[in-house]
């Protein structure tokens, strides 16, 4: 119907995007517009259109769906996938609000009764001070989204509560089994030996080092910024009879004395360092490994398009976040003094990972918004939602990095084959 509410924002989306809408679209008033063989996007109220006025885009999206003025009716990954096939065709062109439109915006805004003042931000929203990358900026950072509850980060996770991209070596293969595979290729291609010496930079809830101290015989030094991570280590290092072998610190790594170790790893830490202190983070790497030592990073990468991920992981996942192409980390690295030996692209398993995450968030979904709220759910489920795409699609990829700090004479005591 050419008056109705729907039709109304539908005719003028369309303008916008330069084709018709790829979502159907219902409204407070429950009029309809759009395919009906789609997802459709259900505005539940007028706040829902006020949050996109003032915050048009990705992040006023976001903020309509994690309150519940937006919401989604049917699969949400389809209607990711629909959107993302259209603009790649050039069926439909980003929408870019200039004067007319946005003076349009406004009157159909008056017309449907939309006026009033902006909407408060969701609580969830990362609100960080100070200096971009201080010491204390960071630690806020990392607190925001690792210390939301261990509870919550147990349900999610497999046993061994790792919190990065798993390595299925087959198509049945479980979540925890392939969390189990990653960790044992980690610790193999770092060669690990009893009695060697292991730091884990950015060490998560503990799930290398456990795994390296019973499997491997090492000694190892974890630190993290989260105070959650530390009080859950603690538990599982007295749990499993490591405490003599294995220490975790509340600390940052530019915060690390000279002491080298054998070996180095930093799984999914490098994203949280930042452009300009990344070659400060790939010299301590260097420092604190030993002539002749291994260095293994696993580290997502981005393109130059949207390096932070985009303006709902900076606000509500992860603030302060920057990803790179993998050959810049590389230059990064090199730089530092250490010789890249192994690139090994995981994509396609981020894509499975992600997925079994987003798998068990639904089927326990009561148990999750009782320890994370409503609005923390549906912060979670977009999260994963559009994490899983952005690795199937190419927009994202993840690597484990492999490098050694060379001998003086350049000698790098690496093997002539593979060992992993």
């Known amino acids: 119907?050419?008056?109705?509410?729907?039709?109304?924002?539908?005719?003028?989306?369309?303008?916008?995007?330069?084709?018709?809408?790829?979502?159907?679209?219902?409204?407070?008033?429950?009029?309809?517009?759009?395919p009906d063989d789609a997802p459709a996007l259900v505005l539940r109220n007028r706040r829902a259109l006020r949050r996109l006025l003032y915050a048009p885009g990705e992040l006023g999206l976001a903020r309509a769906y994690v309150t519940g003025d937006l919401d989604v009716e049917g699969d949400l990954a389809d209607g990711f996938r629909r959107i993302r096939a259209l603009t790649r065709s050039g069926e439909l062109t980003p929408a870019k609000l200039g004067p007319r439109e946005w003076a349009e915006a406004l009157r159909l805004a008056a017309r449907l009764g939309v006026a009033g003042p902006p909407p408060k931000p969701p609580a969830e929203e990362a609100r960080l001070t100070g200096k971009l990358h201080s010491l204390l900026r960071d630690r806020s950072a990392i607190a925001h989204h690792y210390d939301l509850s261990n509870a919550f980060y147990q349900l999610l996770l497999d046993e061994s509560m790792a919190y990065s991209c798993a390595y299925f070596t087959d198509e049945s293969q479980s979540l925890g089994q392939a969390q189990h595979d990653k960790l044992e290729l980690i610790c193999r291609k770092l060669g690990l030996r009893p009695g060697m010496r292991l730091l884990d930079v950015g060490c998560g809830w503990g799930s290398l080092l456990v795994h390296a101290a019973k499997h491997h015989g090492v000694e190892a030094v974890g630190i993290t910024l989260s105070a959650e991570q530390l009080q859950h280590i603690r538990g599982r290092l007295a749990q499993h009879d490591l405490e003599d072998r294995v220490e975790v610190r509340r600390q940052d790594y530019r915060e690390l004395p000279d002491a080298p170790f054998d070996a180095v790893a930093s799984i999914e830490m490098g994203e949280h360092v930042g452009e300009v202190n990344y070659p400060a983070y790939a010299a301590t790497l260097h420092r604190m490994v030993k002539p002749g030592g291994r260095v293994l990073l696993q580290q997502m990468?981005?393109?130059?398009?949207?390096?932070?991920?985009?303006?709902?992981?900076?606000?509500?996942?992860?603030?302060?976040m920057t990803m790179r192409p993998v050959g810049r980390t590389i230059d990064h690295l090199e730089t530092a003094g250490l010789e890249v030996r192994d690139v090994h692209a995981l994509r396609e398993h981020y894509v499975r990972t992600v997925r079994a995450w987003a798998d068990t968030l639904e089927e326990n979904r009561a148990d999750v918004v009782a320890l994370i709220g409503e609005t923390g759910a549906r912060v979670w489920r977009l999260y994963l939602v559009g994490g899983a795409l952005a690795f199937e699609e190419n927009r994202m990829g993840v690597d484990q990095i492999l490098a050694v700090r060379p001998h003086a004479g350049g000698a790098s005591g690496m093997p002539p084959t593979r060992e992993w």
């Open 301 to 320: 990468s981005r393109g130059n398009v949207a390096p932070g991920g985009g303006a709902f992981i900076e606000r509500y996942i992860a603030p302060d």
């Open 1 to 34: 119907m050419p008056h109705t509410t729907a039709y109304r924002l539908a005719s003028f989306a369309e303008r916008l995007l330069g084709g018709p809408l790829p979502v159907g679209l219902r409204t407070w008033d429950g009029t309809r517009a759009g």
